[in-house]
């Protein structure tokens, strides 16, 4: 056989393998596994990764995640991607005024830019900087309106406080929580359940609307409103009924 011979075999085993070492590298790609968009969407991945979002000349979030992989259009600039999801967020932030607001850690989370809103989910805990933890499997958050949504419900930890709720809403510039869909609170021992509920975290305050059920000390009572001062320690309800269960006496409010 020719030295030329030779020389092309060589040349063509090479490419061989090289498509060969491509269609591995394809097929085992977590990324290319799973697609998301179009066909045509181009995918670009990196591992340990650090991510920061700005909105209106602020910063709204950061996350360092294991892994991040951008979707973008055929032809585009990796900054112009319409999707991005992360792996394993080890550290994520919400932002106020430029200033640390929140923390967070979960499994995974979507970015979806032409929206602006970033979903963050699987065993997600957060805490914001005044000691407020959530808990929840779900929270939608908006750079348009800055409010933390939890769709599939949440728990949350106030000092001595706790709230359960099937739906939840965060405001952390108002530092406000709304549960609208009902809610059932523990305030120092005290259990109240509202169809809807109002928490000024700043002021200490809290607004329930009716149904309003609860125990208060040796009493249970019903209402169409009640207000809290957590800081007072003093409930005011707005047409309610009070059961004394030690003598079975009942009055009205």
């Known amino acids: 056989m020719s030295t030329r011979t030779l020389g092309v075999a060589a040349a063509l085993l090479t490419v061989a393998v090289l498509a060969w070492v491509f269609r591995f590298v394809q097929r085992y790609d977590p990324f290319a596994a799973r697609p998301l968009g179009t066909a045509q969407d181009v995918v670009l991945s990196a591992e340990d990764a650090f991510m920061l979002s700005r909105y209106c000349g602020e910063t709204r979030w950061t996350l360092h995640v294991a892994r991040i992989g951008l979707r973008c259009n055929p032809g585009a600039d990796p900054s112009e ?83 359960t709720a099937p739906h939840m809403l965060y405001d952390p510039s108002r530092s406000r929580i709304q549960c609208l869909q009902g809610a059932t609170a523990t305030f120092r021992g005290r259990e109240i359940t509202a169809a809807m509920l109002e928490w000024d975290l700043e002021n200490q305050r809290v607004r329930c609307q009716g149904p309003v059920s609860g125990k208060h000390g040796n009493a249970k009572f019903t209402a169409e409103s009640a ?26 409010l």
Not at 231 to 249: F, H, P, T, Y
């Open 227 to 252: 207000e809290l001062d957590l800081r007072a320690r003093i409930i005011r309800v707005n047409k309610g009924r009070v059961e004394l269960r030690m003598d079975s006496q009942q009055a009205m």
């Open 81 to 163: 991607f319409h999707t991005a999801e992360f792996q394993n967020v080890s550290r994520g932030t919400f932002f106020e005024n430029n200033k640390p607001k929140a923390y967070f850690a979960a499994e995974r989370a979507t970015y979806q830019k032409p929206v602006r809103t970033l979903q963050v989910e699987g065993r997600l805990t957060l805490r914001s900087v005044d000691g407020e933890v959530f808990e929840a499997r779900r929270c939608v958050y908006s750079e348009q309106d800055r409010l933390a949504r939890f769709p599939e419900g949440a728990k949350a930890r106030i000092q001595d406080n706790e709230l």
